[in-house]
């Protein structure tokens, strides 16, 4: 069974910092494109940053020179470094886990992370 736990939320002032973290079980994450989305109140979920079993790494447009996504395979985790924080990164960040020739996408439950201003 793949289980997704994400980690490492919570209120921070703007300007902060934060790391989020993703555990996986159940599969093996640089086999995966793995990947951070938001959901803020009344709004669509979006990607925020993606991991490629390449290695490649994608981000919105919003969190490029800010957040970092990084794994260890040792750990069988991904992280996301979020710095210079806003208070319109106030967001439920969650963890997912897509697999391209079967479309399989596997969630996390979710970790909010606040930002005050």
């Known amino acids: 069974q793949v289980q997704l736990v994400e980690s490492g939320g919570g209120l921070v002032q703007a300007g902060g910092s934060l790391r989020l973290s993703c555990a996986a079980s159940?599969?093996?994450?640089?086999?995966?494109?793995m990947g951070w989305y938001r959901q803020a109140p009344g709004k669509q979920r979006e990607l925020v940053a993606s991991?490629?079993?390449?290695?490649?790494?994608n981000y919105a447009d919003s969190v490029k020179g800010r957040f970092t996504i990084s794994r260890d395979d040792a750990k069988n985790t991904i992280y996301l470094q979020m710095n210079s924080l806003k208070p319109e990164d106030t967001s439920v960040y969650y963890c997912?886990?897509?697999?391209?020739?079967?479309?399989?996408?596997?969630w996390g439950q979710g970790t909010q992370v606040t930002v005050s201003s």
């Open positions: 159940g599969i093996t994450v640089s086999l995966y494109t």
């Open positions: 991991k490629f079993r390449t290695g490649t790494t």
């Open positions: 997912n886990a897509h697999r391209s020739y079967d479309q399989y996408d596997s």
